[in-house]
């Protein structure tokens, strides 16, 4: 770069030799101790069967949003039809990603106007 011409009034001072320093440090390798895994016949009690539980257990149950459908088939109507709305002046306007725009806004639309 030294030798594109400085027109910019900002001094540059020339390029230091830089010594890079040769000597390696000692490999350290760290000391591992094998555990044997913990195995199990029932996979229900794995580690990871256990927090993917608790990850789903917050998760809405689909029963119960197709019971709530069920017994409010007005308020499903009115998500849908703004649902419908959002979608389509997300794509008019040329929105990246209309459908998770809509989505999102259906859902604060659920909780702003249609009480359970």
Same mark, same amino acid.
């Given at each position: 770069?030294? &030798?594109?011409?400085? *027109? ?29 895994? =913990?195995?199990? #016949?029932?996979?229900?009690? /794995?580690? /990871? ?8 257990? /917050? ?14 088939? =007005? ?11 959002? #979608?389509? =002046? ?5 929105? &990246? *990603?209309?459908? &998770? ?10 909780? &702003?106007?249609?009480?359970?």
């Amino acid at each position: 770069m030294r &030798e594109i011409p400085n *027109n910019t009034g900002v001094p540059f001072s020339p390029k230091a030799d830089l010594k890079t320093d040769t000597t390696k440090a000692p490999e350290v390798k760290a000391e591992t101790t094998e555990v044997a895994a =913990k195995g199990t #016949e029932d996979l229900s009690k /794995s580690p /990871s069967a256990i927090s993917g539980r608790s990850l789903v257990s /917050s998760a809405d149950n689909l029963d119960n949003d197709v019971k709530l459908m069920l017994e409010n088939p =007005k308020a499903v109507e009115q998500a849908n039809e703004f649902f419908d709305a959002a #979608e389509a =002046k997300y794509r008019a306007d040329g929105a &990246e *990603n209309p459908y &998770e725009k809509a989505a999102a806004l259906t859902d604060a639309f659920k909780k &702003e106007f249609i009480a359970k």
